[in-house]
């Protein structure tokens, strides 16, 4: 059996907070022992109310934050410890595309030597020819026509620019992206468009794509599995079939109930949630979603639930599901 592309084991991100409180530091939990893999050619979409920690969790796997516990594993290889010599072949094997390509692109940089930067950084063109080459693949692969590699990154429309997002990530040749809410700011019909474009490049290419997320409509049309986020942690994680047809946790049902379904007779029943989410500097005791879970008991106020398998694949953290199924209203239909 080969080892997955990544392993996430128990990964931790606290951050420090300014001053003590009666000498006692306090911390952000932002990311509070998550575990998760992705393999090859697969897509995992990391989703969740912003806030939760997604994006935290990207940015310890790009290692743009050092990791506080726990491991991050490329292609067999421990990432999260390594000095920045040694991780240097690594960083071209993990790329991003941002919400905002414009905070990635240099806006007195053409789009030419922004492409060219990581395949000369990486020494993946051996000569000039080579070079034009790649760079001209890139743009046919992203739907931008050639003659563009001469602009600047604000001759371009919002869409246009995230395809020079995405034609920048490929030309690391990387063998997963990160794309940090790479849609969120799009119009519908781009968000599509860019959805449908990367959908084609990971068939194409073979890659494996961590798309975080807030939103579970665009999610449905282009992930193999979710992992849904609460607070620094993993509150379900299962297939995409799974998580949408039949979930295993309160708040992933309390997601889905908002997701307009295509079918206008086949109406979802909206569940509110009450309250905000808890601060991460002191998250509630137990289940971390039992102040906001419409089917919290007692149990939920004092022990935390640990996340256990469901059925095969499918994965969810929820006291409810060590009940019969009748008496599961997860499964029963029966609200609290
Ligand atoms: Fe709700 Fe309790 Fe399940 Fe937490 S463990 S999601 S509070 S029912």
Not at 199 to 224: N, R, Y
Not at 316 to 329: G, I
């Amino acid at each position: 059996m080969t080892a997955p592309l990544l392993e996430v084991n128990d990964l931790k991100m606290h951050f420090p907070l300014g001053g003590a409180l009666f000498g006692e530091r306090r911390y952000v939990y932002a990311v509070d022992g998550l575990s998760f893999r992705v393999e090859r050619g697969e897509t995992l979409s990391l989703v969740g109310e912003s806030g939760c920690g997604k994006s935290t969790v990207g940015r310890a796997i790009l290692r743009l934050l050092k990791p506080t516990g726990g491991q991050v594993v490329l292609a067999g290889k421990r990432i999260d410890d390594m000095g920045s010599a040694k991780l240097r072949p690594y960083r071209r094997r993990v790329q991003v595309v941002f919400q905002d390509p414009f905070s990635s692109l240099n806006p007195r940089i053409r789009v030419r030597d922004a492409l060219a930067e990581p395949i000369n950084n990486f020494g993946l063109a051996k000569d000039n020819a080579e070079l034009t080459r790649k760079l001209n693949m890139l743009m046919d692969k992203v739907g931008l026509p050639r003659e563009a590699l001469g602009r600047w990154p604000h001759e371009f429309s919002g869409g246009q620019r995230q395809r020079v997002g995405i034609a920048r990530a490929l030309a690391a040749e990387p063998d997963l992206i990160v794309c940090d809410e790479a849609v969120s700011a799009l119009d519908v019909s781009v968000k599509a468009q860019i959805v449908n474009l990367l959908g084609d490049l990971q068939k194409e290419l073979g890659l494996a794509l961590l798309f975080i997320s807030h939103d579970l409509a665009i999610v449905e049309h282009m992930t193999h599995r979710v992992a849904v986020m609460y607070l620094g942690k993993i509150a379900e994680i299962g297939t995409k079939r799974q998580i949408f047809a039949r979930p295993r946790h309160p708040y992933t049902e309390a997601l889905l109930s908002a997701v307009p379904t295509p079918d206008p007779l086949a109406k979802r029943e909206r569940i509110m949630l009450k309250g905000d989410v808890p601060s991460p500097i002191s998250p509630p005791s137990g289940c971390r979603f039992h102040t906001r879970c419409p089917y919290a008991f007692d149990r939920c106020k004092s022990e935390e639930p640990r996340l256990r398998e469901v059925e095969k694949g499918h994965e969810a953290a929820c006291h409810l599901n060590d009940r019969d199924a009748q008496d599961n209203p997860l499964l029963s239909g029966a609200r609290a």
